[in-house]
């Protein structure tokens, strides 16, 4: 940490001179004496890594031949990896509107209520805990002991109870795929939750005054007025979730390691390039994860531009 603070120093002494030499110095030249080595930095740092991945992903396991497409070829044809590539996107079409949809519901049902201030901060809690202990809390949720063993799981000792049979939840598939998901849903709850909220909050007075007075009330408020209104929102919570879910490795390595038919493209590809020991066709995944996530980003800025437009 020493070192780090006493190169940041020197850095930007460095940089304080070289500006401060000239006179009269242009703003390019100012801007890029300031923005220069974060930009250096951000090459070295991602475009170079980036760039030879791509370059790995047409070689074989261990970049000593060319091969082509064929690895994005395999990526493409054999059934384990279609798998993983359904997984991925059941993952993106479940989990982002579940989180959504749970945040809206939560953010207009205690928007204004006695104790909205204690609700909204259970749903948040979760958001403080990491992805990986987060999914340990789960894991000990679903653990498994046979019937003659007292149980530690939350939810078999509920089945017990009821007089049921305790259930191997993360053996069976495609059902365990799902409560991974329950996993991203509860952390991410919060945070569609609170963005929601606050736009529904930032919706003009009298345009809910308005529409009082044609009558609307209700679901035919929600509907015609808050929905249109937050609309902005709502897309940037929903591809910002769904970005985080197309990266999501921490909770499916913690509670399954991909066993089970529950691994999805991240995991996959931590599997090939570290366990495998095939480079080629784990940096074939990261390409096509990456890939993946582009389109959904510049989506995302562009509501949150056309958004900011808005107010």
Do not use: C
């Not at 919706?203 to 937050?230: H, K, N, Q, Y």
């Amino acid at each position: 940490m020493i070192i780090a603070i006493a190169l940041f120093v020197v850095v930007m002494a460095l940089i304080l001179f070289v500006v401060d030499r000239r006179r009269n110095p242009s703003k390019w030249f100012i801007a890029g004496g300031f923005v220069g080595p974060a930009l250096l930095l951000l090459a070295a740092g991602l475009l170079y890594p980036a760039a030879g991945t791509i370059v790995n992903s047409f070689q074989n396991r261990n970049g000593s031949a060319f091969i082509g497409l064929d690895n994005y070829a395999r990526a493409f044809s054999e059934p384990a990896f279609l798998l993983v590539l359904g997984n991925t996107a059941l993952w993106v079409l479940v989990a982002p509107l579940l989180a959504t949809f749970i945040g809206l519901v939560y953010a207009v049902v205690v928007d204004h209520s006695r104790f909205e201030k204690f609700a909204k901060a259970l749903v948040f809690l979760p958001m403080a805990i990491s992805m990986v202990g987060a999914s340990i809390i789960w894991r000990f949720v679903y653990e498994f002991k046979p019937a003659s063993v007292e149980q530690t799981g939350l939810l078999n000792q509920l089945i017990v109870w009821m007089g049921g049979t305790p259930v191997q939840f993360l053996l069976e598939r495609p059902g365990n795929t799902f409560l991974l998901m329950v996993v991203l849903i509860w952390i991410q709850t919060g945070f569609s939750m609170t963005l929601l909220s606050a736009s529904i909050r930032a919706i003009p007075t009298d345009i809910v005054e308005a529409a009082r007075l044609d009558g609307l009330s209700g679901w035919g408020m929600f509907w015609r007025i808050t929905i249109p209104s937050i609309r902005p929102a709502l897309v940037v919570v929903l591809t910002t979730i769904a970005m985080t879910t197309l990266k999501v490795f921490d909770i499916v390595r913690t509670m399954t390691a991909g066993r089970y038919g529950t691994s999805v493209v991240a995991n996959e590809f931590y599997e090939q390039s570290f366990r495998q020991n095939n480079a080629g066709l784990g940096a074939a995944l990261a390409v096509l994860l990456f890939v993946i996530v582009i389109p959904v980003i510049i989506y995302n800025v562009r509501q949150m531009r056309l958004a900011e437009e808005v107010r």
